[in-house]
């Protein structure tokens, strides 16, 4: 008889290291109660904190992933395990409600499904949590049941409550190596010099590179950059640009945005070539100014992504105010 074999969920490759440090910790039997997974968003931190939920309600698991057979796994991580809680916000919600933290207090009093067995909480991204909501979560974290473990996601973890990540062991996620997120792309998109382009425009954050071929995002770079030539040459505003791409998504259109900078920036400092052909009309602006601009879009992108309400059209239209303000203060000068 075949064994039915369910797909286990396993870490990325540029993640080795972390597993490897979280494996000494388990087989030290040193596993704190409360991990916190920290890094830039689109890396796979999530992908990660259900790689170890798996393999740790996994019932006979290797050394590296979930076996794959047995009862837990064929639950799959989701929300039909009875060990596994996964808390996000809502559809349609930027936060994580309050209700949904204290209902975490019951199932960690539960005892698991499985005799000595672990129960797991992952919340996503634990900055979606307000100051009531992480005060909230405060009591399981000061009460820790046995054999719950919490993991905590978050993009920006300088924005956690203190009293919250200190009671958590931190585990650092940076960029990825780029030849393992490379590879890892080219077999998803087909193509090198096409994985190259898109980790380029994206960091080097592969799951934001894949998205962004997944919705066609190089040519609306192409249309970003030719908005701002239009509006370079005096062809349209910046009232008018702004107008144009107010339909477009604003963290993705800050993407492109602080991606550009920050090769102008590379540029000036040390003469890394610019991808885009457009960029080279700005080449001669002061590089302080365009480091200035980028730290502006990072932390406008920053908020948006954490979804503070902040008027879309405005910034769009005193981001590219500011730009043109800035080529011609450089013209004149
Ligand atoms: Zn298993």
């Known amino acids: 008889m075949a064994v039915l074999m369910a797909e286990p969920v396993v870490a990325y490759s540029w993640q080795m290291n972390q597993w490897q440090d979280l494996q000494r910790l388990i087989e030290s039997g040193r596993l704190p109660h409360a991990l916190l997974l920290a890094g830039p968003d689109s890396i796979g931190k999530l992908r990660f904190a259900k790689a170890l939920a798996g393999f740790l309600l996994c019932e006979s698991p290797s050394k590296l992933a979930a076996c ?23 559809e349609g919600k930027r936060q994580i409600g309050i209700d949904q933290v204290r209902s975490l207090q019951n199932f960690s009093a539960q005892h698991a499904h499985r005799d000595n067995g672990k129960k797991i909480v992952v919340i996503h991204p634990a900055e979606a949590m307000n100051v009531f909501t992480a005060n909230a979560l405060l009591k399981t974290l000061e009460e820790p049941s046995a054999g719950t473990l919490l993991v905590l996601v978050s993009h920006s973890s300088s924005q956690l409550l203190p009293t919250i990540r200190s009671r958590c062991v931190q585990l650092r996620f940076g960029i990825p190596d780029a030849g393992l997120a490379e590879s890892w792309l080219r077999d998803y998109v087909g193509d ?32 970003y950059d030719a908005g701002l030539l239009a509006m370079y040459e005096g062809r349209k505003t910046a009232l008018q640009i702004a107008d144009e791409l107010l339909d477009q998504e604003i963290v993705q259109l800050l993407d492109w945005w602080c991606a550009r900078l920050m090769e102008l920036s590379r540029y000036q400092l040390a003469s890394q070539p610019l991808q885009s052909e457009i960029w080279h009309s700005f080449k001669a602006l002061p590089s302080k100014l365009v480091m200035h601009t980028l730290q502006r879009g990072l932390e406008l992108r920053a908020s948006f992504a954490r979804g503070v309400a902040l008027n879309k059209r405005l910034i769009l239209e005193t981001l590219f105010l500011e730009w043109m303000a800035l080529c011609q203060n450089r013209a004149a000068s």
């Open 192 to 223: 090198q010099s096409l994985a190259n382009k898109l980790l380029m425009e994206t960091g080097g954050r592969p799951l934001a590179a894949r998205q962004t071929f997944e919705n066609d995002g190089l040519a609306l770079r192409d249309r």
């Open 68 to 90: 794959g057979e047995c009862r837990s796994c064929h639950f799959q991580i989701d929300a039909s395990h009875p060990d596994y809680r996964e808390i996000c916000p809502e």
